[in-house]
């Protein structure tokens, strides 16, 4: 089993930047494809970030796209997510991702691993 465990979350003013990171236990995240996803009261989860297991390619929604970055850190089995130029509406917990195969982290319902999210509020 993989284990996954947000950090980094917290207030922030609109405009200012947060970095999430996703440490993973029990098995090494090499093999996975990573990505984080958000979702803010009364709405369904979104898809914000995904990364391949080798870090050669990352993706974006569009709502963060220029925004955020996603990386990865295979040795330090360690995830993350710069966010930069936040906005009120980036308000949300944000989860970890992991599934075998990358395809699976665009979708919430083929991820295969989550984390238990970290709150991000962004005050304008």
């Known amino acids: 089993q993989l284990q996954l465990v947000e950090s980094g979350g917290g207030l922030v003013e609109a405009g200012g930047s947060l970095r999430l990171s996703c440490a993973a236990s029990?098995?090494?995240?090499?093999?996975?494809?990573m990505g984080w996803f958000r979702q803010a009261p009364g709405k369904e989860r979104q898809f914000v970030a995904a990364?391949?297991?080798?870090?050669?390619?990352?993706y974006y929604g569009n709502s963060v796209e220029g925004r955020f970055t996603i990386s990865r850190d295979n040795a330090k089995n360690t995830v993350y997510l710069q966010m930069n130029s936040l906005r009120p509406e980036d308000t949300a917990v944000y989860y970890c991702?992991?599934?075998?195969?990358?395809?699976?982290?665009?979708?919430?319902?083929?991820?295969?691993?989550w984390g238990q999210g970290t709150q991000v509020t962004v005050s304008s």
């Open positions: 990364i391949t297991w080798s870090g050669a390619s990352t």
């Open positions: 991702a992991a599934g075998v195969s990358t395809d699976q982290v665009f979708t919430a319902n083929t991820v295969d691993y």
């Open positions: 029990g098995r090494s995240i090499r093999v996975y494809g």
